[in-house]
């Protein structure tokens, strides 16, 4: 049995830098920080996940906190989401800091809420209680706020007010649902803090009292959808996206839904087994899921921002995910997949697409032309990671798009298939037309090239590098890493 206090002790070291960063005393030396401190902290919560992975469940704290498959995964990706972005970061904040627009003052803020989020989401994913799961994810929605607006223009505390405010209002939502998936455990004769413990209630999930874990679960699915950006309930999404510093928008669309909908996966296989497997849950999600594909390709169609593009482009990711797992099966498993690689994918978009705003001193796209010429290594990266945004082949979101929709035909889903296939269209055309311009429309006054960071060189190299691998092969480790996940969704332990 592993110590006591080794899961959460994970959060020790991004709690400790989130204190270092109070008392550094330059902006780069906070920008340093957060890029070598990030792949510190991020470092051990991986190897916890692949010793989770090749042991079974770990589990410390008298039960309060776990990881198992599922939780591993997203650890996984949340450790690979913060690297990229915190080896972005410090290309992004030395061109800021050497404008003077990246103060001491703001550098400290910065650098204590990036680690504080980091620790907030691991308490996310290694809470074995669903009250502590919900703590977590409220602590991200109020130490992320602040993100937004590190730059205090009205645009961004609007941003942030309007982030805030939703979440707070969805993350209390959740809270009720949390409430009532307690108590429907009455008749399981489970009590106290017993009844909030996952592992219990998946135990005794077919003794649930099916009418308030139905109830529970609805108000868990708007609630932490509306963090998740899951449509109808997704307004706060585009104006955090396009306010907020270019790695901070790519951990909100790389990881933070991700976190969110993770609240939601909890609950499914409780849900299902208390209905009798009937798919109720599942119809739930892709219900919501196939709302985001459709809202998401309707609005991208008029985007001029490349930022808020990006931001309905997560909408309609997540959807798809969604829609994934209310499938269930080779679906899951394909959303599952889908998640890893959008996380990957939109992190690369983010980041670039924010340096390249600092180049050409907007996100208009109408005014973002020719980027091969202007930035090489970022305009490269951005005009990739939208490809592979689209689901464009070899690059591996082909791959879960065409497997989801697999997963919907062979269940005789046709109109959801149908309704995917539609949305996919639109994006795809939507998105390769604003590609097109922005790599070869002629414009007259170009930024001086850029010469590439080296993290810049290495996140836009290592990311695509990684995307085209998986697009044409899963090496065996991760389609065992991907299945075992899928399983805890299916009630396995």
Known sequence: MPGEWLLPGLM?????????????????AVALACAAGTPAAALPAAAAALLALRQGPLSSGAGWFRLDALSSLHMLVMAGVFTVAGLCGFAYFRAEIAGGHFTLKLARRYGSLWFGSFAAMLLVLISNNLGLLWVGIEASTLLTAFLICIHAAPAALEAMWKYLLMCSVGVALAFTGTLLIAASAEPAGLQGAEVMLWTNLRGAAAQLNPALIKAGFIFLAVGYGVKAGLAPMHNWLPDAHSQAPGPVSAVFSGFLLNAALYGILRCLPLVEAATGNTGWGGGILALFGLLSIAVAAALIVSQQDIKRL????????????????GLGGA????????????????????????????????HDM???ARLTAAAPWLGAGLLAALLALIGAAPLALFISEFLIMKAAVD??????????????????????????????????????????????????????AVLLALGMYWPPPLARLLAGAAAVLEGAP
């Open 331 to 362: 679906g899951a498993i394909a959303a599952l997949f889908h998640m890893c690689c959008h996380s990957l994918a939109k992190t690369l978009a983010f980041c670039c697409a924010g340096r390249l705003g600092q180049i050409y001193g907007t």
């Open 411 to 464: 269940q005789g889903r046709l109109a959801a298939a149908a309704i995917l296939l539609a949305g996919l269209a639109v994006v795809f055309i939507a998105l390769l037309r604003r590609m097109i311009a922005m790599a070869w429309d002629a414009r007259p006054d170009l930024p001086p090239r850029q010469r590439a960071h080296w993290a810049e060189i290495l996140m836009v190299a290592a990311s695509l």
């Open 12 to 28: 020790l070291l991004p709690v400790l830098l989130a204190g270092a960063c109070l008392v550094l005393r330059s902006p780069r």
């Open 366 to 368: 109408q005014r973002m």
């Open 310 to 325: 990006l931001a309905y482009s997560s909408v309609e990711h997540i959807g798809i995910m969604a829609l994934g797992f």
